[in-house]
């Protein structure tokens, strides 16, 4: 199995992802300050146009950190985002120092009764081998979206390929995203990656002024799922 998820602003962007193949979609507000959450009625929106997954980014301001007023709003922004039909989140905090901020996390994840994403805070952490272990503390956790690099993925393949290697219950965590470029896919497929992500891939010139287009999301889909194959033949 593999999973393919594109970054979607709307409705519209949505359907053209589900078209071209995507497993799933994660629905922001606006590309400012790298990804904000949308409004549960975008999310209501997207649920009724298409009928992939759909996981809406949890983060209301620039940065990875947050404070003890904001988590309460947070809170209710997931459980708006469920009723709407939202079927995980996409989160990531960190504190003072750099670290899984696992206080603010664990409250807002709770018991693990929904699925999430870890997003790339986990490329800014100092120490992203301490990171990956406190993440993998918090119950509901499916993936994780990285780079290897807050650089991007050209930077971070290597790191992220051996990470990948090294553990196969990583490489099950292990999203890849920022840069993802087509000639990656084949190294991470080999290490064992199985989930990837897109955003301006996904887009005529790589703009986010432009819809989603289903015929790159559809080439992505096909590159991926003929890695996989080739990866499988070769066991």
């Not at 664990?106 to 800014?124: K, M, N, Q, Y």
Request: overall charge negative.
């Amino acid at each position: 199995m593999s999973l393919l998820e594109v970054i979607a602003l709307h409705a519209a962007d949505a359907e053209r992802a589900e078209a071209g193949g995507a497993d799933r979609i994660e629905l922001l507000g606006t590309m400012d300050d790298d990804g904000l959450s949308p409004e549960p009625r975008n999310v209501d929106k997207t649920r009724r146009a298409t009928s992939i997954q759909i996981r809406p980014m949890v983060r209301l301001r620039a940065g990875f950190g947050t404070d003890g007023g904001e988590v309460t709003r947070l809170k209710g922004l997931i459980a708006a985002y469920q009723d709407a039909g939202a079927d995980g989140v996409v989160l990531g905090f960190l504190n003072g120092v750099n670290r899984v901020d696992l206080e603010v996390v664990g409250e807002l994840v709770g018991d693990g009764s929904f699925p999430w994403t870890f997003h790339r805070a986990i490329d800014h952490c100092l120490d992203t081998d301490q990171a990956w272990r406190d993440v993998r503390t918090l119950p509901g956790l499916t993936q994780v979206l990285t780079a290897g690099s807050v650089r991007g993925v050209e930077q971070g393949l290597e790191g992220l390929l051996r990470r990948a290697k090294s553990d196969p219950e990583v490489a099950k965590l292990v999203m890849a995203g920022g840069g993802l470029r087509p000639e990656h896919v084949p190294w991470l497929v080999r290490s064992g990656v199985r989930a990837f992500h897109i955003g301006s891939p996904a887009r005529p010139g790589g703009s986010f002024k432009a819809y989603v287009d289903s015929e790159l999301v559809d080439s992505w889909r096909d590159l991926i799922d003929t890695e996989v194959a080739h990866a499988r033949r070769a066991q």
